[in-house]
């Protein structure tokens, strides 16, 4: 294989050019996949990061259960044109320990939504990435809309501690039948898959009711789950920074636990005017 593993600091100083970067956990799938297809141009060398990080991860949340495919992994990334795989060990990532380090405030943005169910996520989340962006030092960063509330956050740190980084987002790649492609949905049962579409068609109700106003969307939403039998963690309507939502373009929201994974979905909507004062809402 002719893909080159960086560990360290100094291995990654031998990247030739401007670099571009896609961060994941590895267990990687076609979505992974696609997001370094689409890093690929736009920089000299494409580097993709594998790393589980300890810090995202809650008390009682799946860090010891997370999948670790390393083989295919490498197989993936090398299918998609990846040069260097940084895999680095957590005392790379931490060289002072997990524990009274210095990490990334999310800010009130941080507080909602995934951050109100899981609250020291995206603390670990966002640490990790300027973590990375430290060490690789890319030029552009690739992440996928899926976890839409992260790709927020990571562009809001960009910018607010002026960070040379260009952040792209890409589309949710999904299954045929439009279930968003994650590591998570190779724990669901047949019965599990059949019912976890039930998210990506709660969106697309959602978004056909768009023009009608926030009450319509999410009410829509929430009986296209109803009908699979399942119960969100929350349906949000939001602008798409995920402020207020107001008339024209806006975002929506699902996170529900199908089984024992948690599925998180999103999609872009157009809001009629009836839009108007309505704030972000969640179950």
């Known amino acids: 294989m002719s893909i080159r593993v960086v560990r360290t600091a100094a291995e990654l100083r031998g990247l030739d050019g401007t670099i571009a970067l896609v961060p994941t956990m590895g267990a990687l799938h076609d979505g992974h996949v696609q997001l370094m297809k689409h890093?690929?141009?736009l920089a000299d060398t494409l580097v993709a990061s594998i790393f589980v990080n300890p810090t995202q991860f809650g008390a009682g949340e799946d860090f010891g259960e997370y999948p670790r495919t390393w083989d295919a992994d490498l197989e993936r990334c090398e299918e998609a044109?990846?040069?260097?795989?940084?895999?680095?060990?957590v005392a790379t990532m931490y060289p002072h320990g997990l524990v009274n380090q210095v990490m990334v405030d999310p800010g009130p943005l941080g507080?909602?939504?995934?951050?109100?169910q899981r609250p020291t996520h995206f603390r670990g989340v966002l640490t990790v990435v300027a973590k990375l962006f430290g060490l690789v030092r890319p030029d552009?960063?690739?992440?996928g809309e899926k976890d839409y509330q992260q790709l927020a956050l990571i562009r809001?740190?960009?910018?607010?501690?002026c960070l040379d980084v260009e952040v792209v987002g890409c589309p949710t790649v999904r299954e045929v039948d439009g279930l968003a492609m994650s590591s998570r949905n190779r724990y669901l049962t047949r019965d599990e898959r059949t019912r976890a579409v039930?998210?990506?068609?709660a969106l697309d109700a959602g978004v056909a009711a768009g023009p009608h106003g926030p009450d319509d969307v999410r009410a829509a939403a929430l009986a296209r789950l109803?009908?699979?039998g399942v119960v969100p963690d929350y349906v949000a309507l939001t602008s798409p920074d995920l402020g207020e939502p107001v008339p024209g373009e806006a975002r929506l929201l699902i996170a529900a636990r199908v089984g024992k994974p948690r599925l998180l979905d999103n999609r872009a909507l157009t809001l009629g005017p009836d839009a108007l004062g309505h704030a972000p809402e969640g179950s």
């Open 39 to 41: 890093a690929c141009p």
């Open 81 to 89: 044109g990846v040069d260097a795989v940084f895999a680095p060990e």
């Open 111 to 116: 507080a909602i939504l995934e951050g109100e």
């Open 140 to 143: 552009v960063a690739v992440f």
């Open 156 to 161: 809001l740190m960009v910018e607010t501690l």
């Open 198 to 201: 039930a998210l990506s068609q």
């Open 226 to 228: 109803a009908d699979f």
